[in-house]
């Protein structure tokens, strides 16, 4: 094949691969993603409706202190015949209004609201935990895509400088076909390039998948999209030890936290349950307006006033079931909080330590490039001192964008590792997920 049909070839293949849409005049920012992302998503759209019945059904607790007003009419004919004393009305009806109002349950509605409003506490903290669910998903999809993007333009075109220094085109071999050794190395190490190009194709292949399935889109071009920075700002909140990160785990974590409302529903139903065994107060006003009413003509009103008090003697026994089972779990939502504190702490510590070991790999990743930008300055150097020869040059120029690509990898694996350290102390929010500015920390590569 000639230089000219390769590099067509090259071309094709990187175009193939890597622009999956006409590039658009606006890039595909993080940011951007993620509003979207955060105004559409079904799981999000589903949490806000919870927590907008959570509120709704404060609203109903609440109003089991209202007063319960009706008014009631009955309207007919009523004729008796063959009696004592015959009549016939034409024509009856009777107003009725009638005020009801709870007064006192022994704490059981009181217990209902409180739970109610645990209820709201609680679907508030699932929705942030959704939306951080999805920031750190979206995260890793953009990034993702990015890294198996230039993996795979890595593989292609080591590929084809394989298939230049071998010489090889084609990597079939018959058997007993009497190729000397050099030339079966030469294939073999062209069928290992090609097979990683494959792999990283397939690998790219699901990272676009991936980013078109969450982002809800029909297309995506690579090139359009940007490595995020992250602000100056994000980064100071990020805690300075492992001890920091575990004390503001345990006091803002929120799957502890809603551990922790587990336990005061579980109290407030045991105080519903207690409750069934007191008395309760009901008080009712009735007044009656009545026209040719009771059989006989006439009208008349009346007016009632009553308090009713009742103890429920059979609930020594019928509620103590109940009873028994809200004081168990009561039991197993405090077993279930030593738990979930004991998670808290190992989910803090293993995100400090991702975070700590990320930053140290990004740290010898950039002296790592500094050494390949030196290394390279030297061959070019001796190079044109005729002191080495072209290869040295392009191996320290591979080693250097090796480095380079490295150097980008660990700053984006860096990154998820910030999300994920604020999101164990509860403080991640959208508009930390990247500073668009150019002052931004961890993206060295980007412009």
């Given amino acids: 094949m000639s230089p000219l049909l390769k590099r067509i070839n090259y071309f094709f293949i990187i175009i193939t691969f890597l622009s999956a849409s006409i590039i658009s005049a606006k890039a595909d920012r993080l940011t951007t993603m993620v509003e979207g992302l955060l105004e559409s998503h079904e799981d999000i759209i589903n949490s806000k409706k919870e927590l907008e019945e959570a509120y709704r059904d404060v609203t109903d607790a609440l109003l089991v202190y209202a007063p319960d007003l009706s008014v009631k009419l009955e309207a007919g004919q009523n004729d008796k015949y063959n009696a004592s004393s015959n009549s016939q009305i034409d024509s009856f009806d009777t107003y009725d209004w009638t005020w009801k109002q709870k007064i006192m349950d022994s704490g059981a509605s009181l217990a209902d609201v409180r739970n109610k409003n645990l209820a709201v506490k609680k679907k508030e903290l699932e929705l942030i935990g959704t939306r951080n669910d999805l920031l750190i998903e979206a995260a890793d999809a953009y990034l993702g895509l990015i890294k198996a993007s230039e993996k795979l333009e890595a593989s292609v075109a080591a590929e084809e400088n394989t298939r230049q220094t071998t010489g090889q085109e084609e990597i079939r071999v018959q058997v007993g076909s009497g190729l000397a050794s050099d030339v079966l190395k030469a294939k073999r190490q062209l069928a290992s390039a090609q097979k990683t190009v494959i792999s990283d194709e397939k690998s790219f292949k699901s990272a676009i998948y991936t980013y078109e399935k969450l982002f809800n889109v029909n297309e995506v071009s690579v090139s359009n999209l940007i490595k995020p920075r992250l602000a100056p700002a994000t980064l100071s909140i990020v805690p300075s030890s492992m001890e920091a990160t575990v004390e503001m785990a345990l006091s803002n974590n929120r799957d502890l936290q809603i551990a922790k409302i587990d336990v005061d529903t579980a109290r407030n139903d045991l105080s519903s349950s207690l409750a069934n065994f007191g008395p309760t107060i009901d008080a009712e006003a009735k007044y009656s307006d009545k026209t040719d009413a009771s059989h006989t003509g006439g009208n008349h009103y009346e007016e009632q006033i009553k308090v009713t008090v009742e103890f429920p003697i059979s609930g020594l026994y019928m509620e103590m079931p109940g009873y028994l089972n809200d004081r168990s779990a009561l039991d ?106 150019k002052v931004g920390t961890f993206n060295t590569s980007s412009s």
């Fill in 332 to 437: 197993r939502a405090i077993n279930d909080l030593a738990l979930k504190e004991r998670d808290t702490i190992k989910a803090a510590k293993d995100a400090w330590v991702e975070f700590a070991n990320a930053r140290t790999i990004l740290s010898y990743s950039e002296n790592e490039a500094t050494i390949a930008k030196e290394l390279l300055s030297i061959a070019q150097k001796e190079r044109a001192a005729d002191q080495t020869d072209a290869a040295a040059v392009l191996a320290a120029e591979e080693a250097l964008e090796g480095a380079l690509k490295d150097l980008s990898d660990d700053s984006m694996s860096l990154l998820t590792t910030v999300y994920e350290i604020l999101d164990v102390i509860n403080l991640l929010e959208p508009d930390m997920v990247e500073d668009n500015s």
